[in-house]
C-alpha cells in the first residue's frame, strides 16, 4: 500500500493556474469516449494514489500518469478535490453494487450458516474488493465518505431479523449498524494505524463479527423465554380468575 493520507502540501492547495478561472463543478462525459478519458484518468489517479501517497495527487501529476494533457483534465474535472471525490464515488458504487450480488441467497440459507461462516460469506466479496484496488481505503478516508451503506444495512436487518425472531425492530437497526460501524471502523484503523498488516485484520473481521453474533443469538433467546414466562403468567392470571 502506498504512502498513508499526508496533509495536502501547498501545490495541491493552491489554485493551479492552468485552471479555468470558472470551473465550479465537475463536467459529465457526454459521449462513450469521454466516459473511456475520464475512466482513463480515475485509473491513473488510483495508481498514484497507491505508488505516491494520496498527497502527492495533483492535476499534473495525474495528467503524466494518464498520458494525457492538463488542459484534457481540466475538461472534466475542475480541481484535484473533484478527481479524488469521482474516483471516492466509483468506488462507493462498486461497494454498493456488491451489496446487491447476495440478492439471491435465500434467508434460509443465511440462517443455516454457522456466525462465523456467515460473515466469512457476506465479507468476502468486499475484501476481495479491497485487495484489488489498495487505493480504497486511503481515498475514502481522505473524502471522509461514511460510505454507502443503505444496501448493506439492509441486509444485514434481513438477516438479523431472519436469525433473531424474537428482537424488536428498533433493536436489530442498531444491531445492524454495530456490525456495519464495527467492520468499517475495523479496516480504517488498520489501514491508519498498521496498514502493512491489514490482511491479518480482513482475516480476523468475520470472526469478530461472528462472536457478536453469537451474543445476539443468547440475547434473541433470554427475550423469547422472558416472553414465554410472561404468556404463561398471564394465562395463570386469567385461569386463576375464571370461574
Not at 479555468?20 to 488510483?46: E, H, M
Not at 498527497?55 to 483534465?73: C, E, K, L, W
Not at 475542475?78 to 454498493?96: G, K, M, T, Y
Not at 416472553?227 to 392470571?237: E, F, I, R, S, Y
Amino acid at each position: 500500500m502506498g504512502q498513508q493520507d499526508q496533509p495536502p502540501s501547498p501545490r495541491d492547495t493552491e489554485p493551479d493556474p492552468a485552471s479555468p478561472a470558472a470551473a465550479p463543478r465537475r463536467r459529465q462525459p457526454s459521449q462513450a469516449r469521454g466516459q473511456q478519458r475520464v475512466d482513463a484518468i480515475l485509473d491513473a489517479v488510483s495508481q498514484l494514489v497507491v505508488r505516491d501517497g494520496i498527497a502527492n495527487v495533483t492535476m499534473h501529476t495525474v495528467a503524466r500518469q494518464a498520458q494525457t494533457s492538463v488542459g484534457s483534465m481540466y475538461h472534466f474535472f475542475p480541481d484535484r478535490e473533484h478527481l479524488l471525490d469521482a474516483l471516492a464515488q466509483r468506488h462507493e458504487q462498486a461497494l454498493a453494487d456488491i451489496a446487491q450480488t447476495f440478492d439471491g441467497v435465500t434467508l434460509d440459507s443465511w440462517t443455516a450458516m454457522q456466525p462465523q461462516a456467515l460473515f466469512q460469506f457476506l465479507t468476502r466479496p468486499y475484501t476481495e474488493y479491497l485487495v484489488r484496488n489498495v487505493d480504497v481505503l486511503p481515498v475514502l478516508h481522505h473524502q471522509l465518505i461514511p460510505g454507502n451503506d443503505e444496501g448493506f444495512i439492509r441486509l444485514l436487518m434481513a438477516i438479523l431479523s431472519a436469525r433473531l425472531p424474537h428482537t424488536p425492530q428498533a433493536q436489530l437497526e442498531r444491531h445492524a449498524v454495530v456490525v456495519q460501524s464495527t467492520a468499517a471502523g475495523l479496516l480504517m484503523f488498520a489501514y491508519r494505524m498498521d496498514g502493512a498488516n491489514i490482511d491479518f485484520y480482513l482475516k480476523e473481521m468475520p470472526r469478530v463479527l461472528g462472536a457478536y453474533l453469537v451474543h445476539l443469538h443468547a440475547l434473541d433467546a433470554a427475550l423469547a423465554a422472558g416472553q414465554q414466562d410472561t404468556a404463561h403468567a398471564d394465562a395463570q392470571k386469567e385461569a386463576a380468575g375464571s370461574p
